[in-house]
């Protein structure tokens, strides 16, 4: 791309640049971003328990292959986003009696699964490939294993006839050879109770080859009381050893486990569903919402194996808790003893659903404390969400968050609550405004007593979903109102010095269920449904869309909100809570450029770059303490170069570049560079 210049120079020698950007990349500088630290330098502790902050899990569909070859079962989710969570296993069980698992992505080689996903040696390569849902069809995709990288081969499968291969969208389908003629057979059930069998033919150059065979499988067809069959999860597994495979079955009508015996053998099944056990392993031992996904997994190896489910929630409510149970074998092989261990088999602090975290001294003692808002309890009025606070007890830089109230500030009959605090009556303690489902902001001022309910702040009714914040968007030092809601807008409203009369200025639409939050520079970075992160600026009364670092997936309905820092950086840190429940915590990775003798002293310098943020306009001004052959260059947030204003000579002296450019909104860096030292200064650029 041509680079047009215009250049002037008088006394103190001063340029005048218009220029047409071309992108060079650079070797030597890394772009910032956002990584996900699951051993953050903060903690949160619930009744003595150290919660990691993994993010939570609302309906967890999990297989468990050992994945990179070490020996020991790793885990897979996919929490019906339609992207897998990886989990590596870890070959120490620190509480003995289960296997141990630590988060590694939420969003496994970026591939995504739809409804369902199933890890298996399809090519018979000794590695694994996977076949999953094609996202928003109910049809089949397979990849096969490269090196350990999962390449898309076709996303629709055909069978052996040429026909689409069905797939299902609400179903959980399986992989087994039924037959013992060592191919993999495909198994997909339906909502009238009823089991498609295909056999499989091999593998062919699209994939493995399927055939159906018939969608009555065994004439097997579950109608459970009261009647009703619905989307269903199936597994198969020798549960007694007798060399054929066993049928285990979860319903979304049933709140425990099915399980049919195959009478026949190897390479003959022979299944009765009226003689089905309806109460699968023991009476009572999984009672949940409905729609159970059993695996049978042999985790020591010791032969014995042993049960997760995974609960997707049915027809008997929502288990967006505790849905994740590991069952350990006590029996044997022959004679299984499946025995509760636990309901939450991977770690994480999870408050069920909807988390919106926010920072606040709520006790006056000077450091933050910790809120968190949720979307409900099955066990409140009206399933109404709660406020969850955890009192800081050391400082900001350690923080170290103790549950000190599981029911904050008030019993709420509404949901989606959204906390945020200042001091709305000026006088000298924080008051809360929360925003809800309904689309008010409840305002509740802090007295002596406790805290009081006063009505809807502004009297504001938006719609619906509203999340408020606070920051001083305009930099005029006072804080602005910010607020998100359902159909996916982000409001500004000004303080203009009345907090009681805050002034509506401009939105804009971010995707649904916006959720903002405001940076120390008056940036804001809002979440929403789809899992984004998008970062706006506010300029003389618009808002503007700008590049926003990158960052790992997250899951569904993110809530960011900044964590204090002692570090000069572009960007703070952050938490960020999700439908799923939990809290995440983004440490920001500040640009850096590799140099080297940093020892040397450094007798150039950038005096100032302004206006900063500015519109496409800005002077910069330099101080050059002795000739020398000089580099001065523009980087985007990425770290790419994106031109060079200069490579030449300068003189001592003092010098002013003004700019005019077609830069996009973001942030920049301006770099000042002579032989391998530098200096570098950060600008922002508005539209």
Not at 243 to 269: A, I, K, M
Not at 287 to 306: C, I, K, S, W, Y
Not at 459 to 487: E, S, Y
Request: charged share 20%; hydrophobic share 35%; proline share 4%.
């Amino acid at each position: 791309m041509m680079l047009f210049r215009r250049l002037y120079m008088y006394h103190r020698t001063r340029y005048f640049l218009n220029i047409l950007i071309g992108i060079i990349v650079i070797p030597i500088v890394n772009g910032s971003d956002y990584s996900r630290l699951n051993t953050p330098p903060i903690t949160i502790t619930i009744n003595g328990e150290l919660m990691q902050l993994t993010g939570g899990l609302n309906r967890p569909e999990p297989q468990f292959i050992d994945w990179d070859n070490d020996g020991v079962l790793d885990c897979f989710i996919n929490d019906r986003d339609g992207r897998l969570q990886y989990w590596k296993g870890l070959a120490d069980w620190q509480f003995g009696d289960r296997p141990m698992f630590a988060m590694e992505t939420k969003f496994f080689q970026h591939i995504e699964v739809g409804t369902w996903f199933n890890f298996n040696d399809f090519d018979d390569d000794g590695d694994f490939d996977l076949l999953c849902n094609s996202p928003g069809t109910d049809r089949v995709s397979y990849y096969t294993n490269v090196n350990s990288i999962l390449e898309l081969v076709n996303s629709e499968l055909l069978t052996a006839s040429g026909l689409p291969l069905y797939g299902g969208q609400i179903v959980i389908p399986t992989i087994a050879d039924i037959n013992d003629d060592g191919i993999f057979d495909y198994f997909v059930g339906d909502v009238s109770g009823r089991i498609a069998y295909y056999v499989g033919e091999g593998i062919g150059e699209e994939g493995p080859v399927f055939e159906l065979v018939t969608d009555f499988f065994q004439n097997i067809q579950i109608v459970w009381i009261p009647g009703r069959h619905g989307a269903n999860s199936i597994f198969f597994y020798d549960l007694d050893s007798d060399s054929d495979l066993d049928l285990v079955w979860g319903d979304f009508y049933q709140p425990g486990l099915f399980f049919l015996e195959n009478y026949g053998n190897s390479n003959n099944p022979i299944f009765i569903d009226s003689l089905m056990v309806t109460d699968f392993p023991q009476a009572g031992l999984i009672e949940t919402a409905g729609f159970n996904v059993p695996r049978l997994v042999d985790f020591e190896p010791d032969g014995n194996v042993d049960m997760v489910v995974g609960v997707l929630s049915g027809a008997y409510g929502t288990d967006y808790i505790n849905n994740l149970a590991y069952y350990k074998n006590n029996g044997s092989s022959e004679q299984h003893d499946f025995q509760y261990v636990t309901s939450n088999l991977l770690p994480g602090l999870d408050l069920i659903s909807g988390t919106v975290p926010v920072l606040a001294d709520i006790d006056g003692d000077n450091d933050e404390d910790l809120i968190i808002g949720t979307e409900f309890d099955a066990n409140n009025s009206g399933w109404g969400g709660q406020l969850y606070y955890f009192e800081n007890i050391t400082n900001n830089i350690s923080p170290e968050f103790v549950l000190a109230d599981s029911s904050f500030i008030d019993d709420f009959s509404t949901t989606n609550l959204a906390p945020s605090f200042y001091d709305i009556d000026s006088d000298g303690d924080l008051d809360a405004i929360i925003g809800e489902f309904n689309g008010y902001l409840l305002y509740y001022k802090q007295t002596d007593e406790g805290w009081e309910y006063s009505g809807r702040y502004l009297d504001l009714d938006l719609n619906g979903k509203t999340i408020p914040t606070w920051g001083d968007i305009d930099q005029d030092n006072d804080d602005d109102l910010v607020v998100g809601t359902k159909d996916g807008m982000v409001s500004i409203y000004i303080n203009n010095g009345d907090i009681s009369s805050l002034e509506f200025v401009t939105q804009t639409d971010i995707g649904d269920d916006a959720a903002p939050t405001v940076l120390s520079n008056g940036a804001i970075i809002a979440g929403n449904k789809m899992g984004d992160l998008q970062l706006l600026y506010y300029d003389s009364g618009n808002l503007i869309i700008a590049d926003m670092p990158e960052y790992p997936y997250c899951g569904q309905n993110l809530a960011p909100y900044p964590l204090p820092t002692n570090e000069s950086q572009e960007f703070e840190n952050l938490l960020v809570g999700s439908k799923a429940g939990g809290v995440q915590y983004l440490s920001y990775n500040s640009l850096t450029i590799q140099k080297e003798n940093n020892s040397i002293a450094i007798n150039f310098e950038i005096d100032a770059i302004y206006p900063n943020p500015n519109n496409g306009y800005c002077k910069i001004d330099l101080n050059i303490e002795e000739f020398g052959i000089y580099e001065i260059s523009v980087f985007d947030i990425h770290g790419r170069s994106i031109h060079n204003l200069l490579s030449g000579p300068l003189n001592k002296g003092k010098y002013t570049f003004t700019l005019q450019d077609v830069l996009s909104t973001g942030v920049y860096f301006m770099r000042l560079q002579k032989d391998n030292l530098f200096v570098i200064k950060k600008f922002v650029r508005l539209k």
